[in-house]
């Protein structure tokens, strides 16, 4: 089954720093470029950040430029997000999603992260 | 880059078809045939129904249909049944090699 699961989510204070995790399974990781979306509490979807399916190439939203970084290891099929200088905006449900046809096809159940002092 | 426009909500009764517009520009929807379509119902991830403008993914149902012209795609939901009723949103992929979404339609089956 093609599973994508989060993991790392929790509440941080603003400037803080937190860890996501997307631990792939049931199809072939290395061969698919990874996208983070999120969607804050009551609000609609927002692109985040991607990575190639070699980790070569990554794009941000200007939102979190200079901030999130995010990285892949096709050996353990897993994904990462590292977010720093967090913001209470950057409260969400983030997504980790695998991109298809120019699309984003199969998606986790998300992770919560709260930015609240 | 702002969010792509979408209409906050729409309504249909049982067995109607309604349409949900989602407009872009020429460097995202008008620039690609590569405009994506998700349904969201409450608390649960998005699922992925239209690809390519119009392509319905396996074990999507063909009362789902997508369609662009210019700088604006569409979903039409024939049929509607109860189900239905969910978060729509529309994205595309864009000039700048990155993703963007619409607002979100809210649509509620009466």
Redesign the interface.
Known sequence: EVQLVESGGGVVQPGGSLRLSCAAAGFDFSGHWM?W?RQAPGK????VL?ISSDGN?I????SVKGRFTISRDNTKNTLSLQMNSLRVEDTAVY?CVRG???????????TTVTVSS | ?S?LTQPASVSGSPGQSITISCTGTSSDIGG?N?V?W?Q?HPGQ????II??VS?R?SGVSNRFSGSKSGNTASLTISGLQAEDEA?Y?C?S?TS?????????TKLAVL
């Open positions: 996208h979306v609609g979807l927002v692109w991607c190439n794009k941000y939203a200007d997504y298809q046809y120019h699309a984003l096809d199969v998606w986790g159940q998300g | 880059q969010a690609y590569h994506s998700y969201q991830a998005p699922k992925f690809y390519g392509n993914p978060d949103y994205s992929y700048s090699v990155t993703w963007i979404f619409g607002g979100g």
